[in-house]
């Protein structure tokens, strides 16, 4: 049923809180023409944009290339060469300039206000994507934000119990528009305090809160990054924003945590809203919009991916600080799984369009890229909790733990060499930029086993009796989620 060496081709507003809103309407700036910079949209007027809904249109002329980014190294890397060490760490001082026979040469284009952006943007003739926005200001909407999806769209795959269950918990629990807004507003005003000590100091927001992948309860991740020919040490300049942040009124309960990335965790105050912060950690942002283009090329992999995170939460296999898997550890799983399919549900976006997820390409690049990828239209009409099940059963019973790294970038399992990467490691994912292993926090057998058990159990349970309840306590999570924020 599963082939696994083989991969397709072809293919609310602001109201209240500890601090005003700032006075200055943005759209996402990933170039930092505006003075605040970083990932800089404002929240006002945002409701009256239309709702986004991946419909795929059928288009009869030819695609537009991708634009081409130089590379800094001097090798080119063969597509097949296979190594943990094979991607050098991205460096932020670095920007690669676009090729003279790009059909796509980027440059930036007049700003536009609020309301002729809007007006604009109804009028895309592409469903999910404006072209009339200039440069990385394409990125407001849709895929800025977590916008709810369309119920009747999913509904078509929601035809039985299992998959209608899987559909209630994701429009109950997934990120709210509101609660991207309230992240988006300590960001910018973070932004602002920050530059007063780094200058040239650009705010990311990153991780689930921006790849579509999050839910009501998501913590935010940020990432400083600070160019510049040397490369600061991350622990001294979070040292340093450590105090700086003890004098700001609107943040509480500040942390640094020292680990192999270091970050400043703090909460807002008064709220439970926590984030995680780190210093030029850039592989998350290119990682973000990776992500967020397979989270908006089916309307099935959100769902999926949220039912699949609640679950591990529940049965405690999802936290790597304790030897688990971490989130982003399941969603490359969820997304392995649905490339190896026989009739796969996503293709390999890396290996199909290279230069748009290049890790070369400099990071105030990095959101043009998923903007160049046509829609892909997947034969494979497998319901919610046809693929959830498979999901389960894949890794319960075909996956070869001992043998096989799973790679989204490659859509395939590869085969596990003798590397110290891979060597001795009880799971192996591999990350798609950097390719080391994000499993690796997995190091103890008895929990390696217990992942295992309940893969195979919960596959067990749920093929029996095609109830989600039977492994997940779905009422108590969507009360849970209704609580928060």
């Not at 419909?55 to 537009?64: G, K, L, R, W």
């Not at 081409?68 to 300039?97: G, L, M």
């Not at 995680?276 to 309307?299: E, H, K, M, P, Q």
Request: net charge positive; glycine share 4%.
């Amino acid at each position: 049923m599963f082939h696994r060496n083989s991969a397709p081709r072809g293919w609310s507003s602001f109201r209240t809180g500890p601090y005003p809103p700032p006075p200055v309407r943005r759209c996402y700036d990933y170039n930092h023409e505006s003075q605040e910079g970083g990932n800089s949209f404002q929240v006002l007027e945002l409701e009256g944009l239309p709702p986004y809904e991946w419909n795929p249109q059928q288009s009869t002329s030819t695609a537009v290339a991708p634009p081409t980014w130089t590379r800094t190294e001097r090798r080119k890397r063969h597509r097949n060469e296979y190594s943990p060490h094979a991607v050098k760490r991205q460096r932020t001082d670095s920007i690669p300039q676009p090729l003279e026979a790009s059909p796509l040469r980027w440059a930036p284009l007049p700003l536009r206000r609020p309301d002729e952006a809007v007006a604009e943007s109804s009028r895309s003739s592409v469903t999910g994507f404006d072209y009339s926005f200039p440069g990385p200001h394409l990125y407001l909407h849709p895929q800025g934000l977590s916008v709810p999806e369309s119920s009747n769209s999913l509904r078509s795959f929601a035809k039985d119990k299992l998959s209608g269950q899987m559909v209630a918990l994701f429009e109950a629990c997934q990120q709210q528009t509101s609660d991207l807004e309230r992240k988006e507003v300590c960001r910018a005003r973070l932004q602002q305090d920050i530059q007063h000590v780094y200058a040239a100091g650009r705010l990311y927001l990153t991780g689930s809160s921006m790849n579509g992948l999050g839910c009501r309860s998501s913590d935010a991740d940020l990432c400083l990054v600070i160019k510049g020919t040397k490369r600061p040490d991350p622990v001294s300049v979070l040292s340093q924003l450590k105090k700086v942040f003890r004098s700001l009124s609107y943040v509480e309960g500040i942390q640094l945590i020292r680990a192999k990335v270091s970050i400043l965790r703090f909460r807002e105050k008064g709220s439970d809203l926590e984030f995680d912060l780190n210093i030029n950690n850039t592989v998350g942002i290119r990682n973000t919009f990776l992500l967020r283009s397979y989270a908006y090329a089916d309307l099935r992999i959100k769902p999926l991916i949220l039912v699949v995170k609640k679950w591990a939460r529940h049965h405690q296999i999802n936290d790597a600080s304790k030897g688990t898997l971490s989130s982003y550890t399941l969603v490359l799983m969820v997304l392995h799984y649905l490339q190896t399919l026989k009739e796969p549900v996503l293709p390999s976006l890396q290996r199909d369009y290279p230069e748009c997820f290049s890790p070369f390409m400099d990071i105030d690049m990095v959101p043009e890229g998923p903007k160049h990828i046509p829609p892909f239209n997947s034969r494979n009409q497998s319901s919610l909790g046809e693929l959830l099940l498979g999901f389960l059963r894949y890794y319960a019973t075909e996956f070869s733990w001992d043998k096989q790294v799973i790679s989204v970038r490659e859509a395939a399992a590869l085969p596990k060499n003798n590397s110290l990467e891979w060597r001795n490691k009880f799971i192996c994912v591999e990350e798609p930029f950097e390719r080391n292993n994000v499993a690796r926090a997995v190091h103890e057998k008895y929990k390696f086993d217990a992942i295992k058990a309940q893969f195979a159990e919960s596959c067990r349970i749920l093929k029996s009796n095609k109830d989600l309840n039977s492994i997940l306590p779905v009422r108590a999570i969507i009360n849970k989620e209704s609580s928060r924020r």
